[in-house]
């Protein structure tokens, strides 16, 4: 049986804000296998956006384990997560998070300049990936000269950048036109399609008719696991 | 492998520094101001200061490192019986006596050099010059260390046989004969010719303020400077005899003075300072008032290199502290860059930079800053002492190591000041970054 690509073991997150301690996630297990399209929802506050960091590896639960791939990563120090983020994970955000001061080849480089590529090759991959996403007439403008669904799609060949294996999408089309967010949509399917397995927090429920797997949660727990 | 990835990183960012500086251009050169400035004047003020010891060591040097200069002066108690009696013959100094003295039991001394020195005009036809006649042996040149430029100096027969021979000083043989050779012409003092037989090199100007140093004993006064005209001892003591009468002043003044100056020489530089208290021991004996001063140019060596080491750490501070100022400029500056890409931190976080990355990035802009910062004031303050050196004529000497110094500490200044901001960078939760609006 392959090993599942994440496996969530009785997670708890808890922080401190003000003199209050806030309980985001509360005890949270599911496992998701390699080439799934998952879904999570709920409603704000729910602890969707917490899940998402520490699916990300860019957060540790307080306690529980979280395997990748079969790896805990709930006991990694700051350098090994940040070596996991840069070649096992791609991140897609709400609000694109491109460097304003970059252009789209340079901002697609970033993740390969981390993993210590070459230039000449990283350039190559960049170029592939603009190419691919429908940008490759873009590569030396900046975002500020694209339009929302252009800055996504650079966000998704930049997070395809590493060739990872986990793709976490954040409210991917949140900020997006109905056509521009048909068009990442139709993406993510490719991906998928692919072989790639995608996370991706949404709450709207048309985008998360899309995904083969729907996780909803409310109040740090999980509510319903749907398969589809 | 792992080496040249490492450059390349480096060099990928410093690009990026470049970049992000080159953003905010008009911030960033104002920030590298302080450096520029500090570094500046630390480069500007040691070449300054430089040349102004160099200037006076060579005035001390000029005198020579292996002499010890005696000098006749005019007992202060005795100033004052002069003020009751008009025609008294005042009898001071340093005599022959003091010469044999010193060469018989002193071993380590290799010459001793006596003169006499007069004011007096030097006359070319109707040319008039201010010197100082000085009568001396035929190795005054050896001994001083101040070379002819062109004919000779005078010989031990003419020295013998008290020739009318004279070897002119530089300045004043060229303001004698501004169209002429001097060398085999006559000049006239009082009533007397001498056949100049030779000119003296040229001195630096500080070298002339120390032979007006030396011309105090003979005219008891502050006259400017003079230059200096030689004629052997010997014709000196058969023109002018023992007893010297002042013309210039108001009333009739005469001094009785043997020498002027004697000039010791030492063999070894190591003797001069063991000799010099075995010199002064020798003349407090026989002297009764203190009618002489013992100048040791070598001790004078020695307190001007202590002025300048006192001077250097005086500019050394001054430095430090503009450059910490400089420097407190730059960590201003980068904490404000920090905080105002938060954002773009969590984002490269997110992407797989380490902290160690995000280190790199922010403290390599600093440093660029400084560097750039540093290089603009090497460049300002090597041209800023040219300038003055022109402008001010005064001497300035840029060493070497002054740029290189200035330019290293003000890069260590962006490293030591970049790096809590880097650090702070890095420190950033990657998840709190990425909320940062």
Redesign the interface.
Known sequence: MPVPIVQLDQVHRSYRMGDEMVYALRGVSFEIAAGEYVAIMGPSGCGKSTLL?LL?C??RPSSGTYRLAGDDVSSMD??AL??I???RLG?I?QSY???Q?LTVLENIE??L????R??GESREIAQRLAARVGLGHRLGHKPMELSGGQQQRVAIA?ALA?DPRLILADEATGNLDSTSGREILALFDELVAQGRTLIMVTHDPAVGERAHRIIRLRDGLLETDQRR | MKRS?ML??LK?SVRLGL??LW?HRLRSFLTMLGIVFGVCSVIAMLAIGEGASYAAQEEIKSLGSQNILLRSVKPPEEEKVQGRRENYILSYGLTHEDVRRIEKTIPSVELVLPARVMREYVWNISTRVDAEVVGTFPNYPRTRNHQVARGRFFTNTEMDAAENVCVLGAEMARRLFPLHEPVGRDVRVGQHYYRVVGVMEARTKAAGAGAEHSGDASSGGSSPAADRMFIPLETARRRYGEVLANRRQGSFEAQRIELHEITVKVAKPEDVVPVSDVVRDLLSKNHKKKDYDVVVPLELLKKAERTKRIFSLVLGSIAAISLLVGGIGIMNIMLANVTERT??I????????????ITTQFLVEAVILSGVGGLLGVALGVTIPFVVSRVAEMKTIITWGSPVAAFTISALVGVIFGLYPALRAAKMD??EA?RHE
């Open positions: 960091n990300g860019l957060d700051d350098d940040s070596t983020r840069g070649t991140f955000f998070n491109l460097i001061q970033v993740p300049f981390y993993q210590g070459e230039e930049r590493n | 990835l390349t990183r990928r970049r992000s953003l954002r773009e969590g984002i490269r976080r997110a992407l797989g930079a380490k902290r160690q990355d990657p998840v990425l």
